[in-house]
């Protein structure tokens, strides 16, 4: 990409985030009574759900404290940070220390633990403020709740709803959360232990889950990386995937190892082979990797976050690469992404469109979508284009 056309695509997607994206959630999410933030908006942004889903609150207090570090230092974005990371302290955790999955707006506890993400984005959370605010004592409290987190994370029976006698598959969305969240902590602290966890991720993303013989990143397989030729054995999310990638491409980055890249590389094209959408364009949600029907209603239909998140992977892929294919890939993705998401009557973006890519559903917030996948997915678009436009 040429200086000039990233300068001019930064200067986009940096508007969009500082006059769009955030005032749209600043002036709506945080709840000026109990503290935490909402996360339930209609298009016009009414909220229509007070319950507050302690995975989004980790989400958000993590956001507002990125964009006070990365885009400037606003004291209100700080701010909003501590009291939402207060909210978890004081009402999201059980006796067990496990954190909920919702609690009432004031703070009573509505959805037992499930699964390992409310932790996990409370880790996240608490080591970008204390990055924020060099508070050792909230890197102690992330540090702490990350090594209890991965202890967690290998509990074969953690939650589930099988029989014990059930086989359980292997779930590619625990090694790629982990290895995002120790990415963050890392980057708040230096620890040799995070980097040998960051070894165990990389070969159950890479080696378990990655199967390059079918050109695929496979969502859940056997233990030892075997094919489950059953619905859920053969289920591909194109969007888990390629955010899975630029996980690994940062990584990569890290350790300066071109193996791990051109890995990283190989997910997002199988994605986007499989993924693509010939006919109306844009990423389709879920495959069956046999060309079964799929057991999810939503598989053709076309999401937010798989579009952000796969317009980052590819430019970040051209980045450390040099590749120009990966370049027209991100423009080709920026086209169809920027003519279908963007609300221009009310601000913030569609979340969920119909395969030929007509709003599917209005709302701007849920207990899925909120203040997270689009501004992350933005910063840090506008971050690697200033850098290319930098000449870096």
Not at 126 to 154: H, I, N, P, V
Not at 230 to 239: A, C, D, F, Q, V
């Amino acid at each position: 990409m040429n200086t000039a056309r990233a300068r001019d695509l930064a200067n986009l997607y940096r508007a969009e985030l500082v006059e769009n994206i955030i005032p749209f959630w600043e002036e709506r999410c945080p709840d000026p009574e109990h503290g935490g933030f909402f996360s339930c908006f209609d298009r016009q942004g009414t909220l229509y759900d007070r319950r507050k889903y302690v995975w989004l609150q980790g989400r958000f207090v993590w956001m507002f404290a990125r964009v006070y570090n990365g885009v400037e230092p606003r004291p209100t974005w700080l701010e909003a940070s501590r009291r939402g990371l207060e909210f978890i302290r004081r009402y999201c955790f059980d006796e067990s220390g496990r954190m909920y999955f919702a609690v009432a707006d004031d703070g009573q506890r509505v959805t037992r633990p499930w699964g390992i993400f409310s932790e996990c984005f409370a880790v996240c959370a608490m080591a970008q403020y204390a990055r924020a605010t060099g508070d050792q004592e909230t890197l102690k409290q992330a540090r702490d709740l990350f090594w209890r987190t991965l202890d967690l994370s290998r509990q074969p029976d953690i939650d589930s709803l099988a029989y014990p006698e059930t086989p359980r598959l292997s779930q590619h969305a625990i090694p790629m959360i982990l290895l995002n969240v120790m990415q963050e902590l890392r980057a708040a602290e230096a620890d040799a232990g995070y980097d040998e966890v960051g070894d165990e991720m990389l070969h159950r993303i890479l080696d378990i889950h990655a199967h390059p013989q079918e050109r695929a990143l496979f969502e859940n397989v056997w233990p030892d990386g075997a094919f489950a030729d059953t619905p859920e054995g053969r289920i591909l999310n194109p969007g888990h995937a390629l955010e899975s990638a630029w996980f690994v491409l940062h990584e990569a980055r890290h350790r300066g190892d071109d193996t791990i890249r051109d890995r990283a590389v190989e997910i997002i094209e199988w994605s986007l082979e499989r993924g693509w959408d010939d006919e109306h364009g844009g990423i389709l949600y879920f495959l069956d990797s046999g060309g079964f029907p799929s057991p999810y209603l939503e598989w053709d239909m076309k999401l937010w976050w798989v579009h952000v998140e796969a317009l980052y992977a590819l430019l970040l892929a051209h980045h450390m690469t040099g590749r120009a294919d990966l370049l027209e890939w991100f423009e080709r993705l920026h086209m169809w992404t920027w003519e279908h998401f963007p609300d221009p009557e009310y601000g913030e973006w569609f979340g969920y469109l119909h395969r030929a890519g007509e709003p599917a559903l209005t709302l701007k917030g849920s207990m899925w979508k909120g203040f997270y996948h689009l501004p992350r997915g933005l910063l840090l678009i506008v971050e690697l284009l200033e850098q290319i436009a930098d000449g870096e």
